[in-house]
Structures are given as structure tokens and as C-alpha cells.
């Protein structure tokens, strides 16, 4: 009996407009720059009609991107609203897969934005297994405070009685044929620009290193510390950090250069150095781990591994032997492919956009 479980930043999935750009120049779409706009009335209603016709593509492309896991589980980031979910998955993801996921899991949680981390899920497996969900928790209600996780290095303003997640962690009891296995899906704080003289990723890894030990504290609190062991749960989401990159040097004439490169330190460390989780990514090939294409020009450029199944021990070696897939098919065309790795892409996929996302979906086939 075998279970699919994916995982998916879907980037965006949001039911409202936003028309911040025409006060603010830096939120305004590039296309629309192109035109001279004489009234916020007029703005409004270029910008409705330019949403709309780029989020059709979108969502065709983010159902082909899901449709290709053939998951019986999808952990998603980026959902605005239960709304917005029930809409792309009728009026999308059934019509391309024909099986629905009837069963869907989203609870507001703490971003500014308003996007939410969610579950979707079938009534039964591949292989006909019932899928039941027991009970379904949110945790974003937790401080710093509460954990004693405050530390020196936070970014300045940030307080112990702020909440620790910027999502969410959410946390699912499942029977899989009667088996339990518990699923935390998570969307830690993302990168952001530099500041005080450390570039977007250090300046805000304290808050991700937080957020990591937070799930840790979690699980523990839930199973007893040194009894997780034994246990069935699985991490799944965006982390907004790496612990391997490829950067890329080079250009589209004379052909590019991929160099793996490890970091020093990153929140994956706190599941990672002792053996509480497997990064079960890792046993793909080195070059070939990546989920996600960063860019700020040419000095800048390299492919890394943002989104995660984080497997307890028990349930990676019971799945010792199996390996993950990394759905590319929904990337844009100026992400630059390791020789060897390039892929078909999805129907009118265009050089930025329109894509699936700016994430690659991540599955693997477990016994559970």
C-alpha cells in the first residue's frame, strides 16, 4: 500500500486585485508602464483586465504542474483563501485530472499578504485506500515568548511576543487504511532584500532558524522528545532556504557552468544535524536537487533547493529505496537547466511568464 505525498508553493493563488502600483510605482506592472494612464479609474480597470488574462494562463499551467505529481496528498503555499482553492481546484485541477481533491484543509494564518498554507487531499489513494483525516490544527497563534525561542540576532523590531510563523504551521492527523501519519506544512519566512551589511538570506535566517526549531518543539511536545524516532510524520513546504546551490556562471552564447556550493548555516540544520528528519531531495544527484531559479542578473544566478519532504526516520527507511520527483515541466524558459536536465514545457509557458509557478511541485511515493 503506497501513499503519493507532494509538496507546492503554487505562488499566488489570490482572488483579489491589487492596485497598489498606481500610487506606487515599484508594484506596478512592467506592461502596464508601457501605456499612458491618465485616471486610477482607468488603472483600475487596464489592471483588472491584465490580472485576469495572465491568471488564466497561470492556473492552467499550476493544474498541468500538479496533474503531473498524480499525488493522493498536495501540501500548497501561497492559497489566499478557501475560496480561492475550491475555485482552482473545480475549475482547474478537476478539469485537467478528472479526480477531484475533495477533502481540503486551509486556516488563516499570519501573513501580511494573506496567503496561507493548505492540504488538499483525495478520499482514497492509487490503490483504493481510504485517506481520513482525523483532526487538523493551526499553530500560528505561538510567540517567541511561548518556545523561550527569542534570540539577539533578530532582525531589528522584531519583539518576543510577535508570532513565530508568518504563516503557519499546520498540522494534520491522518489514517492512511487505518495507518496514522501526521503531516506538518509549513511556508517559512522568505529571504527578503539585505540589510545592515548582510545580504536577504542572513539577515533574515534567524526568524527561518526560529520558525525550524519551532516545528521541532511541535513534533517533540506531540510525540516526547527522543521518541520521534518511531513515529510516521512528514515536513512539507517552502522554507525559503538551502543548504546546497548550483551557481551558474557564464551566458547563453558561450554555454554556462554549474558549481554545487554548500552553505554554512541554514534553518534546514535544526531537522537536519542530528538525524530528527531526512531531506529525502538529497539522494537525487547533486546538480539535480533544485526546486527554484534565482536570478538578479548575471552576477547573480544560481538554482537551489527551496521546498522540502522531510521524512521522521521511521518512514524514511521504510522508504529507503524510493526517491523523490522534482515536476519541471511548468518552469518559465530563462530558468537555465543543468545539460541533461531540460524538460517539456506546458503549452504557452513563456520566457518569465506565464509559468506553473516560480517553485517546482516535489512527490514521492511512500509506504507508510
Known sequence: MSLRLATFNIENLMTRFDFTGFRNQLKQDRVLRLFDIRSEAEYQRL????????????????????????ADIICLQEADNMSALEAFE???????????????????????????????MREQTRDGQPIVCVDVRSHASLTYRDLDLFTNDMPEGTNPDDRIFKRDCLELDLRIAGRPLTLYVVHFKSMGPGRNGLDGRQSTMPLRVAEASAVRRIIEGRFGAGRTANKSFAICGDMNDYQNKLVIEGDRKNGYSFTPASEERSCLDVFTRDGFATNVVERRPVDDQWTLYHSRGPQERHLCQLDYILLSPRLAQRNAERIPEIIRGGQPYRTIFPPGQEVERYPRIGWDRPKASDHCPVVMTLDV
Do not use: C, P, S, W
Request: proline share 0%; hydrophobic share 35%.
Open 47 to 70: 489592471e483588472e483586465a491584465r490580472t485576469i488574462a495572465h491568471t488564466d494562463d497561470t492556473r492552467q499551467q499550476t493544474a498541468l504542474a500538479i496533474a503531473d505529481t498524480d
Open 90 to 120: 473545480y475549475g482547474y485541477l478537476f478539469r485537467m485530472v478528472g479526480n477531484g481533491y475533495r477533502q481540503k484543509y486551509l486556516i488563516e494564518g499570519n501573513d501580511t499578504r494573506g496567503i496561507d498554507v493548505a492540504v488538499l
